[in-house]
């Protein structure tokens, strides 16, 4: 017979996105009402190596649905199998996870509930193999899980991004300029896509569709030979130029690369290729800071019931995702098992370009 479930605890891994806190509050009321007693672990898997779990109430939920960021903190670096100790002879990582799953054990807890990315989903599979009953909401603004149609988070930066596109436009009109604008999303161009349509931009370039420099400049300049000497850009970071490579800033010891620099590239390629004067802007973490929008409180709110009701039933090993309007859940496994990228020739690009809009290839 399967073990009754009362305790669970749950953490939000990787990098912020609005509408954890939703998650978390949802979480914990439906939990509450099956009967569970519900633990946080502190700034992802590192509340976990570092003993740092707190049980968590309704009364400390309260108040927290249009709270950006998350109650309970995350980590994006935060590894139990590689984790990061600092050495005289510099950094090396230990594997920390029997350490884990022991204080599990300690504390009684029965399911370990993770609000991630496909970064935080695969150190859940490794916990699941190690025994670890585990349930899985996905995460990102990136919006790059393929086994849900959309992870909360995207929503708010797209709205973010969207409203950066718009006051651009005004200053960019007044001053003849190209603006270009960076936005985040790694390796998929979902945020850039989705706001660069909603903000009406000339061009936008995804990771997904090498550009031909080219291309960009001339849609510059035939918008500035038909009388609209202005242009609005939006590069998503993970964007490069045919026959070239992603840009980076930053590479750590158990880090996932740090992407930037693809803006200021842009720029020097369009630098003499078009007459205008040119700016770069970074939105970078404004697109995910904030208060999440009712699309994201409200998607985050049906994720963490769902995930409180698969605990208390014991339907563990799962993922909540969302297909189409329904939650359905699916098995952990498929979680990771394929990147969600932008189709170069799909709905969204294809609605694109029929509005006049340059993807550079
Ligand atoms: O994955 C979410 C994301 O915001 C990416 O779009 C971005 O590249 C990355 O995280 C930024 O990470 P950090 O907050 O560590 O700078």
Same mark, same amino acid.
């Given at each position: 017979?399967?073990?009754?479930?009362?305790? /669970?605890? $749950?953490?939000?891994?990787?990098?912020?996105?609005?509408?954890?806190?939703?998650?978390?509050?949802?979480?914990?009321?439906?939990?509450?009402?099956?009967?569970?007693?519900?633990?946080?672990?502190?700034?992802?898997?590192?509340?976990?190596?570092?003993?740092?779990?707190?049980?968590?109430?309704?009364?400390?939920?309260?108040?927290?649905?249009?709270?950006?960021?998350?109650?309970?903190?995350?980590?994006?670096?935060?590894?139990?199998?590689?984790?990061?100790?600092?050495?005289?002879?510099?950094?090396?990582?230990?594997?920390?996870? *029997?350490?884990?799953?022991?204080?599990?054990?300690?504390?009684?807890?029965?399911?370990? *509930?993770?609000?991630?990315?496909?970064?935080?989903?695969?150190?859940?599979?490794?916990?699941?193999?190690?025994?670890?009953?585990?349930?899985?909401?996905?995460?990102? $603004?990136?919006?790059?899980?393929? @086994?849900?149609?959309?992870?909360?988070?995207?929503? @708010?930066?797209?709205?973010?991004? @969207?409203?950066?596109?718009?006051?651009?436009?005004?200053?960019?009109?007044?001053?003849?300029?190209?603006?270009?604008?960076?936005?985040?999303?790694?390796?998929?161009?979902?945020?850039? &896509?989705?706001?660069?349509?909603?903000?009406?931009?000339? /061009? $936008?370039?995804?990771?997904?569709?090498?550009?031909?420099?080219?291309?960009?400049?001339?849609?510059?300049?035939?918008?500035?030979?038909?009388?609209?000497?202005?242009?609005?850009?939006? /590069?998503?970071?993970?964007?490069?130029?045919?026959?070239?490579?992603?840009? @980076?800033?930053?590479?750590?010891?158990?880090?996932?690369?740090?992407?930037?620099? =693809?803006?200021?590239?842009?720029?020097? &390629?369009?630098?003499?290729?078009?007459?205008?004067?040119?700016?770069?802007?970074?939105?970078?973490?404004?697109?995910?800071?904030?208060?999440?929008?009712?699309?994201?409180?409200?998607?985050?709110?049906?994720?963490?019931?769902?995930?409180?009701?698969?605990?208390?039933?014991?339907?563990?090993?799962?993922?909540? /995702?969302?297909?189409?309007?329904?939650?359905?859940?699916?098995?952990?496994?498929? =979680?990771?098992?394929?990147?969600?990228?932008?189709? =170069?020739?799909?709905?969204?690009?294809?609605?694109?370009?029929?509005?006049?809009?340059?993807?550079?290839?």
């Amino acid at each position: 017979m399967a073990k009754t479930v009362r305790r /669970v605890c $749950i953490l939000t891994g990787g990098g912020d996105a609005p509408g954890l806190n939703p998650v978390i509050r949802a979480f914990v009321k439906q939990g509450e009402a099956l009967g569970l007693e519900i633990f946080g672990a502190e700034d992802g898997f590192a509340g976990l190596v570092e003993n740092r779990i707190r049980r968590l109430t309704s009364t400390e939920v309260r108040g927290i649905l249009p709270r950006g960021g998350s109650i309970l903190g995350c980590s994006n670096r935060a590894d139990p199998f590689q984790w990061v100790v600092g050495t005289p002879d510099g950094p090396r990582t230990e594997d920390r996870s *029997a350490q884990v799953v022991e204080r599990l054990r300690e504390l009684a807890i029965d399911v370990l *509930a993770l609000v991630g990315g496909d970064g935080t989903m695969a150190l859940g599979l490794r916990f699941a193999e190690l025994g670890v009953p585990v349930v899985g909401v996905p995460k990102t $603004i990136d919006n790059d899980l393929d @086994t849900t149609d959309f992870t909360f988070g995207l929503d @708010t930066a797209v709205g973010n991004a @969207t409203w950066a596109i718009d006051n651009l436009h005004t200053t960019a009109e007044a001053h003849d300029r190209v603006m270009i604008l960076e936005l985040m999303g790694r390796h998929a161009g979902w945020i850039s &896509l989705c706001a660069g349509i909603a903000g009406g931009a000339d /061009v $936008i370039l995804v990771p997904e569709i090498p550009y031909d420099i080219e291309r960009v400049a001339a849609k510059i300049r035939a918008r500035s030979e038909a009388g609209t000497p202005f242009s609005i850009v939006v /590069v998503g970071e993970g964007a490069f130029p045919q026959g070239g490579e992603i840009s @980076t800033v930053e590479r750590k010891l158990g880090r996932a690369p740090r992407l930037g620099g =693809a803006g200021e590239r842009l720029h020097a &390629l369009l630098a003499d290729r078009v007459d205008h004067d040119i700016r770069v802007t970074v939105l970078g973490h404004l697109q995910r800071g904030g208060t999440p929008s009712a699309f994201d409180r409200l998607l985050g709110t049906r994720f963490g019931v769902r995930a409180a009701q698969l605990c208390a039933e014991g339907r563990t090993g799962r993922l909540v /995702v969302l297909r189409g309007t329904t939650l359905r859940s699916v098995p952990l496994a498929e =979680a990771c098992a394929n990147p969600k990228l932008v189709p =170069a020739d799909g709905e969204l690009a294809t609605a694109a370009r029929a509005v006049g809009i340059e993807l550079g290839a």
